[in-house]
């Protein structure tokens, strides 16, 4: 599935109280690079005089607040995700410097070796304590779908433009999104992103298998309807090629366990 972005500014764009707020946290900025990503006003990597430094920005709205979310979780979640290395709010900018990774976004699609990568970086997430500032549980995203409910820290969003792969590691970049909910849940969402990269129904959730949590039956089955509705509610409202696709592959994966959710 392809992800559209909204226009971006760039690093000379900014006001300059905050590129004199970010100046000083890193010293002098030799160079600047636009980077992906669809919640923010800004992100780039600088070249600075003490290495090279990710940002992301907003002025103020739900982005300012989705960069809020982000910079309250990272703290918790340093050993899988670009460590932060400092926030700061000016003029009504919030803005996050993020450890900078040498990187590329991960490959899903069948026989990737990122595959491998991925899973020692979920596996680690289902061992971290879900922290307290994580409130939000991911059942409000379907309808509070009750199956859903639980307390295990959750991504919710690891479509491969979050996933940096390294040589040796895979990095789980943007925590906007980041809930509380049952382990299986995050297996569960990843086996439709691997469906949207070319995998089968049967090999994407065989790949959901291998971690401890996966549940099958009545709560994957209600899953699997829920994540229909909401494809397709998404496709409606907004109507870009890539929603629609996406609202098409989740009613293929709904209509595959059809027998099981009419035994709920």
């Known amino acids: 599935m392809t992800r559209t972005t909204t226009d971006r500014i760039t ?17 002098r900025v030799t160079g600047s690079r636009p980077a992906g990503g669809d919640r923010s006003d800004i992100t780039a990597t600088l070249d600075t005089a003490t290495g090279p430094v990710f940002i992301k920005g907003a002025h103020g709205g739900v982005f300012a607040r989705s960069l809020n979310n982000e910079a309250r979780v990272s703290p918790h979640v340093a050993g899988i995700a670009p460590g932060l290395l400092w926030r700061f709010e000016v ?17 899903y699609s069948p026989g990737s070796a990122d595959l491998g990568l991925l899973h020692t970086a979920v596996s ?34 690891l479509h491969p433009e979050n996933v940096l792969i390294t040589p040796r590691r895979a ?21 439709f992103r691997l469906m949207a990269a070319g995998h089968t129904v049967e090999s994407a959730e065989a790949w959901g298998r291998s971690f401890p949590s996966w549940t099958d039956g009545r709560p994957l089955a209600a899953f699997v309807a829920a994540n229909a509705r909401v494809w397709e509610r998404a496709a409606q409202q907004d109507p870009q090629e890539w929603k629609i696709r ?11 366990h059809r027998p099981e959710a009419g035994r709920m």
């Open 11 to 27: 690093w000379a764009d900014l006001p300059r109280v905050v590129r004199d707020q970010v100046r000083e946290r890193t010293g």
């Open 124 to 157: 680690h997430l289902q061992t971290i304590p879900v922290p307290e500032v994580v409130t939000r549980g991911a059942e409000r995203h379907y309808g509070g779908l009750d199956v859903l409910t639980g307390g295990n820290l959750l991504h919710t969003d």
């Open 171 to 191: 990095y789980i970049v943007d925590w906007a999104w980041a809930c509380k909910g049952a382990a299986w849940a995050e297996p569960a969402m990843l086996a």
């Open 246 to 256: 996406a609202a098409a592959l989740a009613r293929q994966w709904a209509d595959y």
């Open 91 to 107: 003029d009504g900018w919030t803005v996050l410097g993020f450890e900078y990774i040498e990187g590329r976004h991960a490959d």
